[in-house]
């Protein structure tokens, strides 16, 4: 069974244009090993909300850096333009050992580009 750490998770609003990839990088993890590890980020219209716009993966998206404690989340054009305004996500790593550590979560804020 997973059990949650308990730290509170670090909040990081994003501003994204719709039809441009985004990359959310963390290597803030002090060198924390985390080979072995699942992780996955979510993107809802509202917290609450039961629907997800997005998951993202290591299937789909999400690249962990194994001993150097990095993670790459990378959300394509196409999955951009689909985001809604103001929609909230947030960024769950699932250790070996079952801990889990809600390390980022946020708003995303849409912006029109200029050039089209």
Known sequence: MATAT????TRVDLTLQPGATLILTISDLDGVDITGATAKMQI????????ELLALTEASG??????AGTIVA????AQTAA???NS????????????VDKLRTGTLTRRRPVTV
Do not use: H, K, N
Request: hydrophobic residues 45%.
């Open 6 to 9: 308990g730290a509170e998770a």
């Open 44 to 51: 809802r219209s509202l917290a609450r909300f039961p629907v």
């Open 62 to 67: 999400i690249a962990l850096g194994g001993v």
């Open 74 to 77: 990378t959300v394509t054009a």
């Open 83 to 85: 985001i809604v305004e």
């Open 88 to 99: 909230r996500y947030d960024f769950l790593l699932t250790y070996q050992d079952g801990t």
